[in-house]
């Protein structure tokens, strides 16, 4: 076979799209916050120290969620040092990056930065060296109105209303050796249990993630979460997963079919979960987060212990080509194919940390490689996720066998009738790709942009910072209820239909 083929139907349909897919991470771990986000005295800075360029960029990447404050950092965190005046904030040792942590950043600045982005908190709760004494006191000093020690405390901080924060983090990772503070899972299932009735009492609006297994590797997953589960399934809303695709280890070919390892990793988790619902005889349906996701050469990271003492060091500073956005994009897709229980995703961080917006302290910041498809993807997945059902070529990997060189998702917007529909070729040669919409008459096609180059290596740069941008590809169009369009070689793809 020569040609990818899909067919999409209105009719069969995987569930509506989640705003909150489009979710970012930002965390105190070397230049995320400090020189990220957040830079006083830097030209483009506003008077609380927030940088206005990496505003702009997230709200064009359009960010919905954020994940703060970790993350490893979280749970050796104490929230109350992050709030207040600056000038008495005290500096501790952050044991999770061993970083000089001088808490001029914290809730109140986040709260302020996340306004300008337009975007929903996620705070995540200290279930390491803390517990549920102050997860519910941070949620009292956020969403409680007035009129008791931490709600009174927010208000002579100069935040009169309520921060209204509704999705919680149960902890990050606890099942991590290099968590601090890391528990069994029967440990941490009770203490998830018992800190989500809590924070209920305290506020009964709250969305609750328990903190599922590190990664799909772990030599505790699945059996982690059918543990933790068993415990708290009927006191929270989701389940976390947290995967890092490497184009460090191994081949080429099964780092772009890295969708392949999420479907799985999905997959499991969702089968996790519902044994333990039918062990317990709930009707309940667990929904997924997948708090943490990205591309990471994390084999040749050398690990916490490897750091020295440092203020907002230059780490994990990953430099993104071509071939990473394509992964990127196609982990989008995957996240698009289960939007029935994947109901958040957050990916991993938005600034200088394995990022997709990098900055320069006092200078420029730009968008690496990995920004445009996320941008692309939360600007047109409108509407349901259509069923897909791909037959393309397939190319040899180590990792997973014989893989298709396309993978696809497809959305439909039932109000414009707009159908887009989202496609990586994975392969090394142009990929003709037709599309039967019958299901769906009276389409024209409006436009195919890539994100492709000659070389699946070029990155952006300071130097360079537009050397890959997504650009519109001639040929698409519709005939005979029939979508024709060819992908370039190893690239993410974006074809919109408008009504004719």
Same mark, same amino acid.
Not at 9 to 24: K, Q
């Given at each position: 076979m020569d040609s990818a083929k899909l067919t999409l139907?209105?009719?069969?349909?995987?569930?509506? +799209?989640?705003?909150? *897919?489009?979710?970012?991470f930002v965390e105190h771990m070397g230049r995320s916050v400090y020189t990220g986000v957040y830079e006083p005295g830097h030209p483009d800075a506003d008077e $609380?120290?927030?940088?206005?360029?990496?505003?702009? #960029?997230? &709200?064009?990447?359009?960010?919905?969620?954020?994940?703060y404050p970790g993350g490893n950092f979280v749970s050796n965190y104490n929230w109350e040092d992050g709030v207040g005046p600056a000038d008495e904030r005290p500096t501790r040792l952050d044991l999770a990056w061993r970083q000089i942590e001088t808490n001029a950043f914290g809730l109140d600045e986040f709260m302020s930065w996340l306004g300008e982005v337009r975007a929903e908190p996620m705070m995540a709760v200290n279930l390491g060296t803390r517990g549920l004494r102050e997860a519910c006191d941070l949620l009292e000093y956020a969403n409680h109105p007035q009129g008791t020690r931490w709600s009174d405390l927010r208000v002579k901080h100069g935040r009169r209303e309520p921060y209204d924060v509704r999705l919680w983090c149960l902890g990050n990772e606890m099942d991590g050796p290099w968590q601090i503070g890391g528990k069994t899972a029967e440990e941490y299932g009770r203490l998830a249990a018992e800190t989500a009735k809590a924070m209920r009492r305290v506020d009964p609006r709250v969305e609750l993630v328990a903190s599922g297994s590190s990664s799909s590797g772990m030599p505790t997953f699945a059996s982690w979460e059918a543990t933790v589960l068993e415990h708290c399934y009927e006191h929270v809303d989701y389940v976390s997963l947290h995967a890092y695709f490497d184009p460090a280890r191994g081949d080429r070919a099964s780092y772009l079919a890295s969708a392949v390892e999420m479907d799985a990793h999905i997959d499991a988790v969702v089968a996790t979960a519902d044994h333990v619902a039918a062990k317990l005889g709930s009707r309940r349906r667990l929904r997924l987060a997948f708090d943490e996701w990205n591309v990471w050469s994390q084999s040749l990271f050398g690990g916490e212990a490897s750091l020295d003492w440092a203020e907002a060091p230059r780490i994990i500073e990953e430099d993104y080509d071509v071939a990473a956005a394509v992964v990127v994009g196609s982990l989008l897709i995957s996240l698009l194919n289960h939007s029935d229980?994947?109901?958040?995703?957050?990916?991993?961080? *938005?600034? !200088? +940390?394995?990022?997709?917006?990098?900055?320069?302290?006092?200078g420029p910041s730009w968008r690496q490689t990995i920004f445009h498809p996320f941008a692309l993807t939360a600007a047109h997945a409108r509407g349901r /996720? #259509?069923?897909? %059902? @791909?037959?393309?070529?397939?190319? =040899?990997?180590?990792?997973?066998? %014989?893989v298709p060189a396309l993978a696809a998702a497809a959305t439909h917007d039932d109000e414009t009738g707009e159908v887009t529909v989202f496609a990586v070729n994975r392969g090394e040669r142009p990929l003709p790709l037709d599309v039967d919409l019958r299901g769906?008459?009276? *389409?024209?096609?409006?436009?195919? +942009?890539? +994100?492709?180059?000659?070389?699946?290596?070029?990155? !952006? $740069?300071? %130097?360079? =910072?537009?050397?890959? @941008? =997504?650009?519109?590809?001639?040929?698409?169009? /519709?005939?005979?209820? &029939? #979508? $024709?369009?060819? *992908?370039?070689? @190893? $690239?993410? !793809?974006?074809?919109?239909?408008?009504?004719?």
């Open positions: 139907d209105p009719a069969f349909a995987i569930g509506p +799209v989640e705003r909150r *897919l489009f979710g970012t $609380s120290g927030l940088r206005r360029d990496v505003i702009d #960029l997230a &709200r064009e990447m359009g960010v919905t969620v954020v994940r229980r994947v109901g958040i995703a957050c990916q991993a961080q *938005l600034a !200088n +940390v394995i990022a997709p917006i990098r900055t320069e302290p006092g /996720v #259509l069923r897909t %059902e @791909v037959a393309a070529p397939a190319f =040899p990997t180590e990792r997973f066998g %014989e769906l008459p009276g *389409l024209a096609a409006a436009r195919h +942009v890539a +994100v492709a180059d000659e070389d699946a290596g070029a990155r !952006n $740069s300071q %130097e360079a =910072p537009d050397r890959v @941008v =997504p650009r519109a590809v001639d040929g698409a169009a /519709v005939r005979d209820g &029939r #979508l $024709s369009a060819v *992908l370039p070689p @190893v $690239s993410f !793809n974006v074809v919109r239909l408008t009504r004719a």
